[in-house]
């Protein structure tokens, strides 16, 4: 975080409980961000559970809220569920996000009003506009997009990508320097996930039955991360989005592409690439227009003034990355997504390594 944001964080405890969500804490939550703004009262709208809690929340602003825009509705994200202390550090990521990333990337997100950090508490609110009064059209995991949406996508990444390629914003001591490795993160897989009986119950699943067999060998994706891990600087890197997954997308009312839901990572730009086209396109789009959508890509970072490598080269580490959101998907608790789209999401980067032999792939790296 920036000093500004950690001070504010250490002077303003967060609540792990939706019933410490007051009047009188949300008042200065939101006053920290916007100061002067103040609530006549609130009333909480609804509340959906899932990796994050989402609150809906009505506001009731006072003259100075009003004349800063606030809005009367608004939502909040935190950890509020059982597992939510555990997943602390990814609530710590979204508040990055939205204090730190969002007021210079070029990617269209939601107005946030207060975003904090309690690493005593293990906790991280973030307070947005609702999105759902703007009327945008929120994107689903079982509706693919068309290729041309994706392009548009793919567009926006270009630029955000843009912004860090090559910049020491993303080195130590950098803007940038409090993202995490994206490869690297995935070493909390080899916890109890990489266990034998866990490993086994995700491959007995539907997500399971829905993966080609190759592709259920515990042994194989260990390697896998492990030969990731020793060619970790493999392609231009930058900080990317971190989930571009559908379920993170919307389209704004004018069409422009919307994120939300954001894990700032550092990480080879074509595994964001090879995340989100594998996501979002149902398998015969993907393989008729993938090959088209990376040149697209790529075309896009020249125009932002990036040196990238050829067509061919991007294309392999494509089939590379495909490993990292298999695997995402494949281990992915029924509490943070349903099992349809666990099951959607494995099923397509199934389909996509076989295409691309991402087992040979990987396994040609030294």
Excluded at 7 to 34: G, M, N
Aim: contains cysteine.
């Amino acid at each position: 975080m920036t000093t500004e944001t950690m001070a504010r964080a250490a002077v303003l405890p967060l609540p792990v409980r939706i019933e410490d969500v007051t009047r009188e804490w949300l008042e200065a939550a939101l006053a920290s961000w916007t100061p002067g703004i103040g609530l006549n009262g609130c009333e909480i709208v609804d509340v959906i559970p899932g990796t994050c809690t989402k609150v809906r929340i009505r506001l009731d602003p006072d003259a100075a809220g009003r004349a800063a825009g606030l809005p009367e509705l608004v939502m909040m994200k935190a950890g509020f569920e059982a597992h939510s202390r555990t997943m602390h550090y990814m609530h710590h990521e979204e508040v990055h996000a939205y204090a730190d990333v969002a007021p210079h990337s070029p990617l269209r997100m939601p107005k946030c009003w207060f975003a904090g950090y309690d690493a005593d508490a293990l906790q991280g609110i973030v307070i947005m506009e609702d999105l759902r009064e703007r009327g945008v059209e929120f994107l689903h995991p079982q509706k693919p997009q068309r290729p041309e949406q994706v392009a548009r996508r793919l567009t926006a990444l270009a630029r955000h990508h843009a912004m860090t390629i090559g910049s020491p914003d993303i080195e130590p001591g950098g803007r940038f320097a409090f993202a995490g490795d994206y490869i690297q993160g995935f070493d909390h897989f080899r916890g109890e996930l990489f266990s034998p009986e866990v490993w086994q119950s995700f491959v007995d699943s539907s997500r399971g039955a829905a993966a080609s067999v190759r592709f259920h060998s515990l042994d194989w994706m260990k390697g896998v991360l492990d030969t990731l891990l020793r060619n970790n600087h493999h392609g231009p890197r930058a900080l990317i989005h971190g989930d571009t997954h559908l379920g993170n997308l919307y389209i704004d009312i004018d069409g422009e592409p919307g994120f939300f839901d954001s894990l700032p990572h550092i990480a080879p730009v074509m595994a964001e690439v090879a995340y989100h086209v594998t996501c979002a396109l149902d398998v015969p789009d993907r393989r008729e227009h993938e090959r088209a959508l990376v040149d697209h890509y790529r075309s896009e970072l020249i125009a932002n003034g990036v040196d990238v490598p050829p067509l061919d080269e991007l294309m392999h580490q494509f089939g590379i990355y495909l490993a990292t959101g298999y695997l995402i998907f494949l281990v992915n608790a029924s509490e943070f997504q349903p099992e349809a789209i666990n099951t959607a999401y494995t099923a397509r980067y199934s389909a996509a390594m076989l295409d691309h032999d991402t087992i040979g792939l990987v396994a040609a790296l030294p």
